[in-house]
Nanobody, 123 residues
Framework: QVRLVESGGGLVQAGCSLRLSCAAS????????MGWFRQAQVKEREFVAS????????SYADSLKGRFTISRDNAKNTVFLQLNSLRPEDTAVYYC????????????????WGQGTQVTVSS
């Protein structure tokens, strides 16, 4: 079993930044690719970013490139998502997840999920 706990969300004004964290336990963390997804109200959960086990490969949703950055600290079993220049449309619950095999943009390729952290951006 894997337990994921996200933190760092909150209410911010447009243009501000947040850093989300996802602490993992239960497995050898560095073996596994990780991903961040988000889900706004009445919308499907969508891919945000992914990172390989050693952090050497990252991938982003096209619309978020340049504003969001994924990283990880394997010594601390933690993956991060830096959110810059936030916009009201970034308002959502942000989830981290463990990939079953490889980094992927598909929800179905992730088999463990955290409970999410709410990010709200006011205009």
């Amino acid at each position: 079993q894997v337990r994921l706990v996200e933190s760092g969300g909150g209410l911010v004004q447009a243009g501000c930044s947040l850093r989300l964290s996802c602490a993992a336990s239960g497995r050898t963390f560095s073996f596994y690719a990780m991903g961040w997804f988000r889900q706004a109200q009445v919308k499907e959960r969508e891919f945000v970013a992914s990172i390989s086990g050693n952090g050497g490969h990252t991938s982003y949703a096209d619309s978020l490139k340049g504003r969001f950055t994924i990283s990880r600290d394997n010594a601390k079993n933690t993956v991060f998502l830096q959110l810059n220049s936030l916009r009201p449309e970034d308002t959502a619950v942000y989830y981290c997840a463990v990939a079953a095999r490889y980094p992927s943009t598909l929800k179905a390729d992730y088999n463990y999920w955290g409970q999410g952290t709410q990010v709200t951006v006011s205009s």
